[in-house]
């Protein structure tokens, strides 16, 4: 899992922008499928057929994208402006190195004399090394969308940090799953979505529930830890497993998947631990009121640093998210 992780981290995708990942991933997912395409809004969507005549429609969704920034304006003397797109902060990303999606590199820095507690990216800028506005335009544009600079480093044991893990991880997470049930007589048909524009308001997961229909839908996404100082008192820590959401900002999740995932974990030893996110939002709500709507859920990996450069994870908390999502889509259905 971690050697397909670096390689889809490494590949830019802010929202909006997200065709280059979403062709890597489709390489890396095709050898498991027996269908791969890409909708209209540039879901990537594949399709594990059902072994029984009986079984219902799963949807797997994690999404692709990743916050960022875009060109906005160009100064004379080289510096360029930026807006967010997704939820960024300033003092989360100031003095980084950024990589732009044409290949340039600069560094984020305030304007002279900012407040950073106080700061916007109205107050920011891009250093590319240009001196003049023409030198700027030869290497990057008006629209070109840019991120912090990928990284991924292993601290110890199985512990990871850098970024884009949200929701690279989850990407990752959904090709284990498509990994593990190959080959394998699932009696439901499994549909595994990677979607765009999460960060920007879950606008990629809708249209695709809206296609598959599912009668069951789990996202797979990164979830707040409430194990680190000053951190909002919260069930979910860091290497305790995979985290079973109940609830968040945006979605109260079915009850009889979070019984039956609850009921998996414990049956086939899967550490897990349960999740109330108050604020904040996935894929799930989407899932779950789009058409005639569908029994949904979500796994969680606790995940320290959301939407910062340093974003940690345990593996193994991962692993369980795989394990546990594989399980959820071989058990034959049950009446809550």
């Known amino acids: ?20 990942v979403m062709t890597e991933l489709a390489g890396l997912i095709r050898p498991y499928a027996d269908e791969v395409r890409t909708d209209a809004l ?15 429609t799963v949807m797997l969704c994690a999404h692709a994208d990743e916050i960022g920034f875009i060109v906005t304006f160009i ?22 190195e950024v990589a732009f999606s044409g290949g340039t590199r600069g560094v984020i820095v305030p304007d002279v004399g900012q407040d950073v507690d ?12 240009a001196s003049t506005e023409k030198e700027a335009e030869r290497m990057v544009r ?17 512990r990871y940090a850098g970024r884009p893990v949200d929701d690279r991880l989850g990407c990752a997470i959904l090709l284990e799953i498509a990994r593990n049930l190959s080959g394998k007589a699932c009696p439901h048909t499994v549909y595994y979505v990677c979607s765009v524009q999460e960060e920007v308001g879950c606008r990629g997961s ?12 789990l996202a797979f996404d990164v979830t707040g830890t409430g194990d680190v100082p000053g951190a909002t008192p919260m069930a979910c820590s860091v290497g305790k497993g ?8 945006s979605v109260i999740c079915h009850t009889e998947v979070v019984r039956r995932l609850r009921t998996l974990a414990s049956e086939r030893k899967i550490k897990y631990q349960d999740e109330i996110l108050l604020h904040g939002g996935t894929d799930t709500s989407m899932m779950q009121g789009t058409g005639m709507g569908s029994k949904a859920g979500a796994l969680s990996v606790p995940t320290r640093y959301i939407h910062s450069a340093v974003e940690l994870f345990d593996l193994k908390d991962a692993q369980a998210c795989a394990d546990l999502g594989a399980a959820f889509c071989m058990a034959p259905e049950q009446e809550d």
Not at 6 to 15: A, D, F
């Open 142 to 158: 008006i629209g070109e969308t840019l991120a912090v600079a990928p990284n991924l480093v292993r601290l110890r044991g199985t």
């Open 118 to 129: 106080n700061l916007s990216f109205e107050k920011c800028y891009v250093d590319i090394g």
């Open 206 to 217: 809708g249209p695709a529930s809206f296609d598959i229909r599912p009668d069951y839908a």
């Open 75 to 96: 100064e004379k003397n080289g510096w360029i402006r930026i807006a967010p797109i997704g939820g960024l902060r300033p003092w989360n990303t100031l003095y980084r």
């Open 42 to 56: 540039g879901n990537l969507i594949a399709c594990q057929k059902g072994a029984s005549k009986s079984g219902k």
């Open 242 to 249: 995979a985290a079973v959401k109940i609830k968040d900002g």
């Open 1 to 20: 899992m971690v050697q397909e992780l670096k390689k889809i981290m490494h590949i830019q995708g802010v929202s909006g922008r997200e065709k280059p």
